[in-house]
């Protein structure tokens, strides 16, 4: 069969059963005032060399920097093999195919993918992944709502300890759906949702909380406690977690007694380059008593008629091509390839491997803050543990400083200002695997000639 | 051909309403119903004392090929939802106007079901929609 959409002859006959003259007589509604006869401010066709010049002219702007920033992507170390393994034309596509039992190794891939995931988080089912790890926190919501069917108010808890960027996105996600987000203050000398926090919630109806850990400043906040407060009130608990953490510390489903609803998060850390921002993914599970509520789809291994083993499209029932604006959520996932390369990942590292790079990050990280707060001017922001990540207070105006190490080619982490400015001039800083005792001894000579030149300007 | 009992009453929705003793009503999906959905898998019902206007959806019935709304016959709240079918949903196919069942309602005011179909008008009505 040609795939050729519709010839001349085709398009002819459809308008003439029609009784229309021309393609352009059906934008004849539109008025001609709201219509662009051509596109203003972009440049002509450039050819695939000019193309790939101009590329490469604007990449070797970038430079090489030495990246102490996370805040949600984290550079790791990726073994080559993970994207010559991604790439293989077995495995390059970007979908999880709608004709999903032909293709039994991508099938297999994402049931392997979802084993380990449900592993990784300590929960029973995983999804097939969802788009990143913002929208994967506005999802979970939305299933809470769908899940906690006693509760009726469609409040859901959102620490201001979240990823702001995650909340932002939550909220466009879900808001207007009727999803209410209230925000709960932090502690600002230990960076963690201070325990009484929660104490005028009591009584009221809430539908879920959001609990990020290690939460945006990196810190670890008080997850059984929290938990079970969470649960004693028929509240339920959704994590959001870096997946890296989950070899050192307590899995989500391990949190309080009963363990978390929901985890969600990014999966960027598990093979995917930083690569400007994305493309990521997103990963969530789920305790079983809320599969049905999951968005997304579920790889299962059966039987076929003749006995043999093979996978199949398990949970796909309340999809949007079948349940259309019922659908649980219109995310069927275009993230296959970034899942297929955290799966080679995760295969190649192993637990004891994903733990030593957890561990090496968490050290470098320490050794990183006792570099930087032994600088003039600079203090650690908040007391008590950390994962990869820590807030530190300057005592100059961050933006400056992070621009003069940007020009000595180090990206000196985030500054927090933008999301906190009661924090003062205040940077989140990071290191993983892949920094040196050099690098970070270099990082921390420039900052204290960056607040010298600050200070004397 | 499709079962349908003479003693129950229909709507245009497929779902079934029996009058109990009590005044209450008992509601599910018919035997055409389950017939069309398949092997059901799942079956989402409503939490006792949740209050329900006629029309409004107040289950999902999943089977291996699609997730359905069920939506309810009358107004009136809801007294009992049937635990059974958390365990084994297929009972719906195997017995749907019995065992089946979905929920039990409180009617909201007085003799709710007569603007409901008679066997026989649903019966013409599955015929005309081809089952």
């Known amino acids: 069969m040609a795939f050729i959409p519709h010839t001349r002859e085709d398009v002819e006959s459809m308008l003439a059963a029609i009784g229309v003259g021309s393609i352009e007589q059906l934008f004849d509604e539109i008025p001609a005032s709201l219509r662009l006869a051509a596109l203003s401010g972009v440049p002509e066709a450039a050819s695939e060399m000019e193309i790939g010049r101009l590329m490469s002219e604007r990449a070797r702007l970038d430079g090489r920097p030495l990246c102490f920033i996370g805040a949600g992507a984290y550079e790791h170390h990726i073994p080559a093999a993970v994207w010559a393994i991604a790439t293989r034309g077995e495995f390059y596509s970007a979908y999880t195919p709608y004709q999903a039992e032909a293709s039994q190794g991508t099938l297999q891939l994402l049931y392997e993918y979802q084993t380990m995931m449900a592993s990784l988080t300590g929960l029973e089912v995983s999804n097939a992944s969802l788009y990143d790890g913002a929208s994967g926190v506005g999802e979970a919501c939305l299933m809470a709502v769908r899940a906690n069917r006693r509760s009726r108010s469609q409040r859901i808890l959102v620490p201001t300890t979240v990823n702001p960027l995650y909340r932002r996105t939550a909220a466009a996600v879900a808001g207007n759906q009727g999803l209410v987000f209230e925000e709960l203050p932090y502690c600002t000398e230990e960076g963690c949702i201070p325990p009484g926090a929660l104490a005028r919630y009591d009584g009221q109806d809430v539908t879920a909380i959001v609990i990020q850990q290690p939460n945006f400043f990196g810190r670890l906040e008080d997850v059984d406690t929290l938990c079970d407060w969470a649960h004693a009130r028929n509240i339920l608990v959704v994590a959001v977690v870096n997946p890296t953490s989950l070899a050192l510390l307590k899995p989500p489903g391990q949190w309080g007694t009963k363990g978390a609803d929901i985890a969600v998060g990014d999966g960027q850390p598990l093979g995917v380059p930083l690569s400007s921002g994305g493309p990521y993914f997103g990963f969530m599970t789920a305790r079983m008593e809320h599969v049905r509520q999951m968005p997304g789809r579920i790889v299962g291994r059966t039987l076929d008629a003749a006995g043999r083993a093979g996978f199949t499209l398990t949970l796909q029932a309340r999809e949007q091509h079948i349940r259309r604006a019922k659908a649980t959520s219109n995310i069927c996932t275009n993230q296959g390839l970034l899942v297929t390369a955290a799966t080679v990942y995760l295969s190649l590292m192993g637990p004891a491997g994903l733990e030593r790079v957890a561990a090496a990050s968490h050290a470098r990280t320490r050794e990183l803050v006792g570099a930087l707060i032994r600088v003039p001017g600079v203090r650690r922001l908040f007391r008590g543990p950390a994962f990869h990540e820590e807030a530190i207070a300057l005592d100059r105006p961050a933006a400056p400083v992070l621009e003069k190490l940007t020009a000595r080619g180090i990206l000196g982490g985030l500054d927090l200002s933008e999301h906190y400015p009661e924090l003062g001039p205040a940077l989140l800083v990071c290191a993983t695997e892949t920094k040196t005792s050099a690098d970070i001894e270099r990082y921390a000579n420039a900052l204290a000639e960056c607040l010298r030149e600050a200070r004397a300007a | ?131």
């Open chain 2, 1 to 131: 051909m499709s079962n349908v009992p003479t003693d129950l009453k229909y709507t245009k929705t497929h779902e079934w309403v029996r009058t109990l003793s009590d005044g209450t009503v008992e509601v599910g999906i018919t035997d055409h119903a389950q017939h069309a959905l398949g092997d059901l898998v799942f079956a989402e019902v409503p939490e006792a004392g949740r209050k329900l206007s006629a029309g409004e959806p107040f289950a999902v019935v999943e089977s291996v090929k699609a997730a359905s709304d069920v939506y309810s016959p009358i107004a009136g709240e809801v007294t009992a939802s049937n635990p059974a079918l958390a365990a084994a949903p297929e009972v719906i196919n195997s017995d749907a106007y019995g065992k089946g069942w979905l929920m039990r309602l409180r009617p909201a005011g007085g003799a709710p079901t007569a603007a409901l179909m008679s066997a026989e008008e649903y019966q013409k009505l599955i015929a005309e929609e081809g089952g």
